[in-house]
């Protein structure tokens, strides 16, 4: 298993702002991916980021909106940015089964995010 | 396209109830099956998984049999506790791609 942290763990943001979040593994991982819980609702795959590569982002999620940074093999950060009420969410990284099939995921504790 | 559904909540049971949280699923292929647990104020843990049919996955006293001929991986619990009282999401993977259910909010009460 791996050991995921993100920070900050919650914030609380004005609307037009960006607020970056950052995910530190305990060991080097090919894949990490992003995603979304909105209130009440189930996990949404933002996109997945590759060290060395740009993320490829899934349906309805753009690049401008999320920039993605992917510097080595244990760190991402995803930004929310010009954020709206809307985007007011837990945000939860995770990374795959570091033996590296992807047949289990293992996530960091979540950003919740609120944006006024 | 590939899916799960899976019981609406909430779910208030009383100490050492019996739980079933049912999931169902839609996928092309032999996806993996898994149970995760969302603990208040924290991530996602993995619960429990099964891979083939016919597998069962159990941990921390939950147990989840892989179904193929219902497509099927109901969650059950023989005697709940206080401490169980989570969001428990039903997943599959299938190729590289996570779907996950939106969730069910198990309260349980002394």
């Known amino acids: 298993s791996a050991v995921i942290s993100q920070k900050p763990s919650r914030d609380i943001c004005q609307r037009g702002t960006s607020l970056t979040i950052q995910c530190q593994v305990d060991s080097q991982v090919t894949m990490m991916f992003w995603y979304r819980q909105q209130p009440g609702q189930s996990l949404t795959l933002i996109a997945t980021?590759?060290?060395?590569?740009?993320?490829?982002?899934e349906s309805g999620f753009v690049i401008d909106k999320f920039p993605i940074s992917r510097p080595n093999l244990t760190f991402s950060t995803l930004t929310v940015s010009n954020m709206s009420p809307e985007d007011s969410s837990i945000y939860l990284c995770?990374?795959?089964?570091?033996?590296?099939?992807?047949?289990?995921?293992?996530f960091g504790p979540g950003t919740r995010l609120t944006v006024l | 396209g590939d899916s799960v559904t899976q019981m609406e909540g909430p779910v208030t049971l009383s100490e050492e109830a019996f739980l079933t949280i049912n999931c169902t699923y839609t996928?092309?292929?032999?996806?993996?099956l898994f149970w995760y647990v969302q603990y208040p104020g924290e991530g996602l843990q993995l619960l429990l998984k099964a891979t083939k049919a016919d597998d069962k996955g159990s941990n921390k006293g939950f147990e989840a049999t892989y179904r193929k001929e219902t497509t099927s991986f109901h969650l059950e619990k023989g005697s709940v506790q206080v401490s169980d009282s989570a969001v428990y999401f039903c997943a599959l993977i299938t190729g590289n791609q996570f779907y996950f259910g939106t969730g069910t909010s198990l309260t349980v009460i002394p």
């Open positions: 996928a092309t292929g032999y996806p993996s």
């Open positions: 995770s990374v795959e089964n570091s033996g590296g099939r992807t047949d289990t995921q293992y």
């Open positions: 980021a590759n060290q060395g590569s740009e993320a490829t982002y």
